[in-house]
């Protein structure tokens, strides 16, 4: 049982979410603790992704996008009307299916958040992209191909990278938007490995419609169906005791 | 086609036929005379002051290309597609821009040379405005529409804004193809300057009662630059990276 904080870094309420007239999210309630992974699963079209880019406001780039509740990170709207979307993304990094390595070298992709900040010194520069990496467990494929570009790499080292590229932005909640769905059979146990290192200094969430995987990589676990927050607890208990029914049902393969 | 649709289709045809009702006004009524066509021994000085204008017309044609540039990325960029506005202005570009560039070269025959016999900057513009500006937005605007969404949002989840997205992703993934449309652009207002250039010949000819005509090599010279612009831009379509 790894060890529990309960500092929530991330409050969630009453969150509605539509996209035009279609009610995606409804009515949910909970907290995300700091440095812990937390899943959501479910069957597709349950509203995961929707809810988790909602945690950054990516889904402001949807036109119909509307919601209602609260978002609070570290006690902050993050929905008030002062904030600062670019602030607020860069402290909730975001990792997604597929991975997006930029048009850049390697090195410039991992440097990108680090250079948008203003940092120009290459000294620094070289050590936090050496860092990213490293946390990524990169380096030591690309350390020799640093000036390369991405397309050298493999799905899964792509995905990697994109995962240094986000924590060489220093976030402090990075989000995981089902990474696995593209990646084979040998680079899922990587990047499931990376999640492990990664949640002693970051808070992580997790969205996967792969039940096992779920249980191998979270701490506490939600079940989104339909839109709605069926059950949120500890992964072990969503796994072996759940409280309702439709849970028990997605947890034992007989739904969805 | 839906009633809304409808509408904003009539709005841009009405548009349209204004700006075409005021052309014809302002091309007919201008009190602004250069270059006019007279009598025996005007006719070298005459091609001369066209030959001026077109090539005073190269730095407006530049920005023309800049604000042309400028629209599409505030209508890609900022603009709500689902606006009233976007709808319109989307609308209007996409009627100028299908029609063809000789369309636009008669019309200025007709108007400077036929009608009024005059020559200025502003008709000129608003000659070279039509050629230019409908096609270089249109362009512009598909290839905005063609950047993959997610390298945009990837780059938002890292905390870029608008600004940064639009230089470090949107630019350099469209600036070829945007160099296509500019070029086929520039190419239309070449051949369109060729053919205003030949038609003002012939007429500067029949004034002056001379009855052979020589096409002027500065014709064949633009004629072969626009030539090598549309190849230009063949090259970039080929080339460019999406």
Redesign the interface.
């Known amino acids: 049982m790894p060890q529990q904080n309960n500092i929530p870094i991330l409050h969630i309420s009453e969150l509605n979410v539509w996209y035009g007239k279609n009610q995606v999210l409804k009515n949910l309630t909970f907290d995300v603790l700091s440095k812990q992974v937390t899943a959501f699963i479910g069957p597709s079209n349950s509203g995961k992704t929707t809810l988790v880019r909602c945690l950054n406001r990516l889904n402001d780039l949807s036109v119909d996008f509307r919601h209602t509740g609260k978002i609070l990170f570290k006690g902050r709207d993050l929905y008030a009307p002062k904030i600062n979307t670019s602030e607020v993304t860069k402290q909730i990094g975001m990792i997604f299916q597929k991975p997006i390595p930029f048009s850049k070298s390697i090195y410039d992709n991992v440097a990108y958040g680090a250079r948008m900040d203003g940092m120009k010194d290459t000294i620094q520069l070289d050590d936090i992209v050496e860092d990213s990496l490293r946390k990524a467990h990169l380096w030591d494929e690309v350390c020799d191909n640093l000036k390369s570009s991405p397309d050298i790499l493999s799905n899964g080292q792509q995905q990697q990278l994109c995962v240094a590229r986000a924590l060489a932005g220093n976030p402090e909640v990075l989000i995981f938007d089902e990474p696995c769905e593209q990646l084979d059979a040998t680079e899922t146990p990587k990047l499931e490995a990376i999640v492990q290192n990664l949640k002693t200094q970051y808070t992580l969430i997790f969205v996967t419609n792969k039940r096992r995987q779920a249980a191998r990589v979270s701490d506490v676990a939600g079940f989104l169906y339909c839109g709605e927050l069926v059950e949120f607890g500890q992964t072990e208990q969503i796994f072996t005791n759940p409280n309702d029914k439709r849970t028990e049902d997605y947890v034992t393969g007989r739904l969805g | 086609m839906n009633r809304s649709n409808l509408l904003y289709n009539v709005i841009a045809i009405v548009i349209l036929a204004l700006v075409l009702f005021m052309f014809w006004n302002f091309a007919a009524s201008t009190s602004y005379v250069e270059g006019k066509i007279t009598s025996g021994g005007v006719v070298i000085d005459t091609l001369s002051t066209i030959y001026g204008y077109l090539y005073g017309m190269i730095p407006i044609c530049c920005v023309l290309i800049l604000f042309s540039l400028a629209v599409a990325f505030y209508l890609e960029e900022w603009l ?3 606006s009233w506005q976007y709808r319109i202005i989307e609308r209007i570009i996409a009627i100028f821009a299908c029609i063809p560039s000789l369309v636009y070269g008669l019309f200025c025959v007709y108007f400077i040379v036929v009608k009024s016999q005059q020559l200025s900057y502003l008709t000129l513009t608003i000659a070279v405005f039509f050629l230019v500006v409908p096609v270089t937005i249109q362009t512009t605007q598909k290839v905005i529409q063609g950047v ?14 608008r600004m ?1 997205v639009i230089r ?2 949107v630019i ?2 469209t600036i070829p193809t945007i160099l296509v449309g500019i070029f086929t652009a520039i190419s239309r207002v070449l051949a369109i300057a060729a053919l205003f250039i030949v038609i003002c010949g012939w007429k500067i000819t029949e004034s002056n009662s001379i009855h052979s005509f020589d096409i002027p090599n500065n014709v064949i010279v633009l004629l072969l630059s626009a030539l090598l612009f549309s190849v230009i831009s063949c090259l970039f379509e080929k080339k460019k ?1 999406f």
């Open positions: 709500s597609h689902r993959d969404i997610s390298v945009r949002e990837a780059a938002y989840a890292l905390g870029a804004n940064r470090d992703h350099p993934n990276s």
